[in-house]
Nanobody
């Protein structure tokens, strides 16, 4: 079975940074598939935050995080990262890693507050 385990969440001040990691196992096609980060805030629908192609080039970001977040991947280690800079309270959510199609991690909580 496909397993995804997120880590790196926590409490950050506005303007601070966090680096999320997602370790993927049981997914032999990892290096040929796009990977994604989603987030879900209380009372809101889950939204796509960032998606990275298998090559690592031309990643897509939701407009709200463009210029602040960077998605990256290491195909050798079957890991995906989300570097989050200049964090804002609106970034507070549970963040999930996703492998196609519909394989989810347990999530890691990100809270941005003073």
């Amino acid at each position: 079975q496909v397993l995804l385990m997120e880590s790196g969440g926590g409490l950050a001040q506005p303007g601070g940074s966090l680096r999320l990691s997602c370790v993927v196992s049981g997914f032999p096609s990892f290096s040929s598939k796009a990977m994604s980060w989603y987030r879900q805030a209380p009372g809101k629908e889950r939204e796509l935050v960032a998606r990275i192609p298998s090559t690592g080039d031309n990643a897509w970001y939701v407009p709200a995080v463009r210029g602040r977040f960077i998605i990256s991947r290491d195909n050798t280690k079957t890991t995906v990262h989300l570097q989050m800079n200049d964090l804002k309270p609106e970034d507070t959510a549970m963040y999930y890693c996703e492998a196609p199609v519909g394989h989810w991690g347990q999530g890691t909580q990100v809270t941005v507050s003073s």
